[in-house]
């Protein structure tokens, strides 16, 4: 597992999240949020617009549990 900011900086909230995963299948974007915003040291809600595309479209394109 992740066990420090630095790591989680290291590995980014992508791989991040693909690893909780791999414990709870029914993740929403909204952890991936959460923890890009841990990452860059703001509340998810002020995540730039882009930034927060582009983590929906990566998030988009995972199957859903039980479609992989």
């Not at 066990?3 to 791989?15: C, F, I, M, Q």
């Amino acid at each position: 597992g992740i066990r420090s900011e630095e790591e989680l900086r290291a590995v980014g909230a992508e791989v991040a999240w693909l690893k909780i995963r791999e414990k709870n299948k029914y993740l929403s974007v909204r952890l991936l949020y959460a923890l890009e915003g841990a990452i860059t040291g703001m509340h998810e809600a002020m995540l730039p617009m882009q930034r927060r595309q582009q983590l929906t479209t990566w998030f988009e394109k995972i199957p859903a549990p039980g479609n992989e």
